[in-house]
């Protein structure tokens, strides 16, 4: 049998008489996280070998730049007299001499001529081609010009007699040599949706279509078996 409907007296409490050593719950816990632990708690300082300050108090700082310029000005200086010195041996090379100048000048000259010569054949050749395609292009647009104003020429006299026969078929008065007659070929109310309502109408018609509901032979006939 449950004991859920009996009453308590003593209110239960989280954390008692639950086992040895086990606390108020709404106590503070006494756990933390690794996380929650102090870190970093030294700076760090330079070691030996990474310009401390004993290190940096003993170098003169001024000599050293001293020392790196002069090295700098001395290559500069070396790199100077080595530029002098080739151009100094090209300048005592002695100079070709007037007789070998005169044969390079001459053989200048006969390729140019050779050059010249050629390259005018090739300009003549190519002048002449480019002047028959141009006259062979006019050629071609004038002809396609010429087929195409006599299409445009063909095409209006054709749009024209079409024109002119379809106003004369149009006209009765015109087309009279046709066979055609002056009378209508249907009456003007063929094509109606009321039709054949007229109230004086022919009762000796069997079959014609009436659109009133009232007035039609099925409904005529439904009251005359039925009603009356």
């Known amino acids: 049998m449950t004991t859920a409907a009996r009453p308590t007296f003593n209110p239960a409490q989280g954390g008692r008489g639950r086992g040895e050593g086990e606390g108020d719950l709404s106590a503070l ?39 790196r310029e ?33 044969a390079d000048a001459a053989n200048l000259d006969a390729d140019d001529r050779d050059d010249d010569d050629d390259d005018e054949d090739d300009s003549d050749e190519s002048d002449d081609e480019a002047a028959e395609l141009l006259a062979e292009l006019q050629k071609i ?7 195409a104003a006599r299409k445009e020429e063909q095409k209006r006299v054709e749009d024209e007699r079409i024109r002119t026969e379809t106003i004369l078929s149009g006209n009765p008065l015109l087309n009279m040599q046709g066979g055609g007659s ?3 070929k249907r009456r003007w109310d063929d094509d109606v949706v009321f039709k054949n309502c007229a109230k004086d109408e022919d009762k000796n018609k069997d079959g014609t279509f009436i659109n009133d509901t009232l007035r039609s032979e099925f409904h005529k006939k439904f009251m005359s078996k039925y009603v009356q």
Request: proline letters at 5%.
């Open 70 to 102: 002069r090295s700098s000005k001395d290559r500069g200086v070396r790199g100077s007299e080595a530029a002098i010195a080739a151009g100094s041996s090209a300048s005592h090379q002695p100079p070709p001499s007037k007789r070998a100048r005169l």
């Open 29 to 67: 816990s006494k756990q933390y996280s690794s996380r929650d632990l102090p870190g970093h708690t030294k700076l760090k300082y330079r070691q030996t070998g990474q310009n401390t300050t004993a290190e940096l108090r003993g170098q003169d700082f001024r000599r050293e730049l001293e020392s």
């Open 141 to 147: 647009k004038r002809e396609r010009a010429a087929e």
């Open 182 to 184: 002056m009378k209508v």
